[in-house]
């Protein structure tokens, strides 16, 4: 393979070069507070910043630089919908309650767009709508009959079939027979949005002390007692919003999720009239596939952004951006020869259900499970998980304290993801030949 790399290529987040990380500070948390949150994404930032309006005192722990998770790593998708496909929920859970959790998911776009819109968060939030791309005529169909179902459950769901012969006007690939435009949704600039909350939060008056991971927690008479290396903060609630980063001090919560890396390049700026040709309606698109693809273009619309979730941790970061750059010039022919300037990684958390979480535990409130659709639900159950902390009857959503189901002798290490992740490799390719 010729070289791929441009000069001065990164192995950090693209967006990290607009909203740097904090560099390492020796500060200590304050001894006490109302409200400890592990975790500083967007999830536990959002429950500090609705804690802090409530005239909550807050502190926010996390193990690293604030923001270091999956919040400022991500693709920068704000969706509408959940991983779980409509039609494969509904047999799981039934129609009603599938019904319901679909309009979850639309309620955590809508909050999230409009927190931002409200809060004027510069993070180049654009409304392009989604292109759901079919690699088969299996998967098309399945699409289009999933959206049957939701428009005949009510859910509020606002999107189009465009057959094979519409689809170059999405996506210049040969690879797909069509797909599906989902309007309403959009994209941001991950970093920038995550700045942004962290902005907000800290104007409020909270605590945000990065490099303090929580060793601890342990439950006293009146709240907890949160421990950290440089000394531990005593408050009355305590929120776990650790996600993919779940660590072992908190045993139960790790226990409940499945943390799976999912890595991403970003290109130099392409010569004119290319993205034109890669994405002409400047929409960002994902294949509708157990282990999918997504490709869409900067914030300025001058670069691409490319990534897929595999569960394979490569020796280097170097040997995925190689194999990524295959499988985007395999999905988009025309970027061949275009050099990558970053590639990165960074941790989602599937649930066993493949549905989000939130509720209380022994005490200790926890919202995570995201299955890749963190960037509204963990904004919007971040902000619930408030509201049920300070007694707010607004705060109860239909995916609160359902049993949150393990594996036996599963303890937060995904020994099995190689197995599950080659059987669903297995699965789309037979689908894609459907
Ligand atoms: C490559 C990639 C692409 C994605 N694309 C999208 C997308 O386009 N749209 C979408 O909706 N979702 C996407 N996701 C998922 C989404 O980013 C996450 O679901 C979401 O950001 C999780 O937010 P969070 O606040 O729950 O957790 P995170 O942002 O992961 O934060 C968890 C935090 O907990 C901290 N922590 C860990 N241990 C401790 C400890 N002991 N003490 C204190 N703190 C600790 C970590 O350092 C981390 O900062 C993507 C994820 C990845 C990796």
């Given amino acids: 393979m010729a070289d791929i790399f441009a000069e001065g290529y990164k192995e950090t987040p693209y967006w990290w070069d607009l909203a740097p990380r904090a560099e390492p500070d020796d500060r200590t948390p304050p001894e006490k507070a109302d409200a400890v949150v592990i975790g500083s ?5 959002s429950c500090a910043l609705t804690l802090a309006r409530r005239g909550r005192d807050v502190v926010v722990l996390d193990a690293e630089a604030a923001g270091h998770g999956a919040s400022t790593r991500n693709a920068g998708y704000l969706g509408r919908g959940l991983w779980f496909k409509y039609g494969d929920m509904a047999k799981a ?17 809508d909050y999230a767009a409009g927190l931002i819109r409200d809060e004027q968060i510069a993070c180049f939030h654009r409304d392009t709508g989604r292109f759901i791309a079919a690699p088969s005529k299996r998967a098309y169909d399945k699409l289009e009959k999933d959206l049957e ?14 057959g094979p012969e519409r689809q170059r006007g999405e996506v210049g690939s040969g690879l797909y027979r069509g797909g599906q435009i989902l309007r309403g ?22 605590a945000v002390v990065g ?40 045993p139960w919560q790790r226990r409940r999720v499945v943390p799976v890396s999912a890595y991403m390049v970003a290109t130099e700026a392409l010569p004119p009239g290319l993205m034109a040709k890669v994405l002409p309606s400047g929409r960002p698109m994902i294949e509708n596939r157990d282990t999918p693809r997504w490709i869409r273009p900067n914030e300025d619309g001058a670069r691409i952004l490319f990534g897929g979730t595999t569960g394979e ?61 963190g960037v509204p639900m963990g904004t919007y ?3 619930k998980t408030a509201l049920r902390i300070v007694g707010d009857p607004d705060a109860a959503t239909p995916l609160d304290n359902r049993r949150f189901p393990t594996w036996p002798f599963y303890t937060g290490d995904p020994w099995f993801l190689p197995l599950v992740v080659a059987w669903l490799k297995w699965r789309d390719r037979r689908t894609m030949r459907g």
């Fill in 313 to 373: 941790d490569l020796a280097s970061l170097r040997d995925k951006a190689g194999h990524l750059y295959r499988e985007m010039t395999a999905v988009a022919p025309d970027l061949d020869g275009v050099k990558l300037t970053h590639c990165w990684t960074g941790k989602v958390a599937f649930s066993f259900d493949m549905l989000p979480h939130a509720g209380v535990h022994d005490g200790l409130h926890y919202a995570m499970g995201w299955c890749a659709s």
């Fill in 93 to 109: 859970v039934g129609r009603e309650r599938a019904g319901a959790l679909a309009g979850v998911a639309v309620e955590a776009h």
């Fill in 41 to 45: 994404g967007n999830a536990g930032l």
């Fill in 185 to 206: 949704n959009g994209v941001i600039h991950a970093g920038l949005y995550h700045r942004g909350l962290l902005e907000r939060v800290r104007g409020e008056g909270a």
């Fill in 211 to 250: 490099f303090c991971p929580v060793t601890a927690v342990e439950r006293e008479r009146n709240g907890f007692r949160v421990a950290t290396p440089r000394g531990a903060v005593a408050a009355k609630e305590a929120f776990v919003a650790t996600n993919g980063y779940t660590p072992r001090a908190l």
């Fill in 149 to 162: 179902m939701m428009i005949a459950d009510g859910v509020p769901v606002d999107a189009e079939m465009i």
């Fill in 381 to 383: 159950l971040g902000h």
